[in-house]
Structures are given as structure tokens and as C-alpha cells.
T-cell receptor, first 112, second 113 residues
């Protein structure tokens, strides 16, 4: 499994755009990049998944450069309710042989 | 939105007792998982289950643990003889395809005393 590195914590004010970058230097050809969000005492929640370039949904955008050695989760105009831990995961999920392995994630604190 | 439901939400048990945690995955999902999270630590993979058998398991998932899908809707995790270090939040999860867009339940908080 590709090792991922992301900041331990980040702070942001409400209304700002937040970008969380994840490094995955040894990502393999078949690996996808997936981000999950976890609120205290709740299960992780799928946010977005991508393979290359840019993916956008109603919650976030995911930017992946051509070399795929990093990715950036972008949360537009965060609110207090976006305070959570965000996990970057990398793996060959579509093969069916790679369980999700969570790291420590990035603890985002949104301040009023 | 469909969801994974887990029971109980909280259970306190004495060390050495057997515990069964129950889960109802999303109805059209074929892949099922158990994860756990010790307080303040990261989410840890325990086991994945597909086609009525274990497909992957971690080193945490030793002989004390077992999983079962006793009928068409429930998915259970049994811990035979609980230890203090089994105290954690246990998350059940399911997905249509292996490890893709996994949906997690709200968790069962297990306290072993």
C-alpha cells in the first residue's frame, strides 16, 4: 500500500477555502486516491475519489497532478460543521484485494 | 439516504465475557467490513467479508474474533473472551464494490471493565 503523509492539523476561519494536501510518493499505477471525513464519535464518511486531474462533487474538489505523487482536497467556503478529521487513502481498491487503511488524518478546526 | 445500522450503540461488558455486535448493511451491498477505533487513535481495519466468507483480515483479527452473516440482512462481529484492550468503537461498513465508496455505520462503543 502506498504510504500517505498529510498535515496533522489545520485551522481555518469560516467562509474560507481549505486545501489539504496529501503526499503519496510511491503510488502505484492502479491506485486510486480517496478522501474520508470523520466527525467525533461517528464513522468515517466518503467524500471523494479520483485517479487523475480533477474531480468535483457537491462537497469538495480533488486535484491530482500529472505525476499523481500528491493530491489536494479542496473544501470551498468552510463552515463550523466542517470541523472534522480528514483522511487521505491510496490503494488499488477496484481489484477487490485492498482494504481501506486509515492513517492519522488531518484534524481541521474551523473557527468562527 | 440508505445507511448502515449498528446495535448496540454502547455496551459495557466484563473482561472474559463474549460480546456480539450487530450490523445491518445497506441492502444491495455485497461487501461487508468491521473496523475499530480505540479512543484517540486511528481507524483500524479488522476484516472484510464477501460471498459468505472472509476475504481479508488484519493481524488484530485473531482467534478471539469471528464474523457471521446469519441471514440475508445481519452481519455480526463476535469477540469470544473480551480483554480490556478490546475497548473501542467498532464500525461496521458495507459497499457495492470492494473497498469503493464504503459506507460506515455510527459505531458500537464497547467498554470492557
Amino acid at each position: 500500500l502506498a504510504k500517505t503523509t498529510q498535515p496533522i492539523s489545520m485551522d481555518s476561519y469560516e467562509g474560507q477555502e481549505v486545501n489539504i494536501t496529501c503526499s503519496h510518493n510511491n503510488i502505484a499505477t492502479n491506485d486510486y486516491i480517496t478522501w474520508y471525513q470523520q466527525f467525533p464519535s461517528q464513522g468515517p464518511r466518503f467524500i471523494i475519489q479520483g485517479y487523475k486531474t480533477k474531480v468535483t462533487n457537491e462537497v469538495a474538489s480533488l486535484f491530482i497532478p500529472a505525476d499523481r505523487k500528491s493530491s489536494t482536497l479542496s473544501l470551498p467556503r468552510v463552515s463550523l460543521s466542517d470541523t472534522a478529521v480528514y483522511y487521505c487513502l491510496v490503494g488499488d481498491y477496484y481489484s477487490g484485494n485492498t482494504p481501506l487503511v486509515f492513517g492519522k488524518g488531518t484534524r481541521l478546526s474551523v473557527i468562527a | 439516504e440508505p445507511e448502515v445500522t449498528q446495535t448496540p450503540s454502547h455496551q459495557v461488558t466484563q473482561m472474559g465475557q463474549e460480546v456480539i455486535l450487530r450490523c445491518v448493511p445497506i441492502s444491495n451491498h455485497l461487501y461487508f467490513y468491521w473496523y475499530r477505533q480505540i479512543l484517540g487513535q486511528k481507524v483500524e481495519f479488522l476484516v472484510s467479508f464477501y460471498n459468505n466468507e472472509i476475504s481479508e483480515k488484519s493481524e488484530i483479527f485473531d482467534d478471539q474474533f469471528s464474523v457471521e452473516r446469519p441471514d440475508g440482512s445481519n452481519f455480526t462481529l463476535k469477540i469470544r473472551s473480551t480483554k480490556l484492550e478490546d475497548s473501542a468503537m467498532y464500525f461496521c461498513a458495507s459497499s457495492e464494490r470492494a473497498s469503493v465508496s464504503i459506507y460506515f455505520g455510527e459505531g458500537s462503543w464497547l467498554t470492557v471493565v
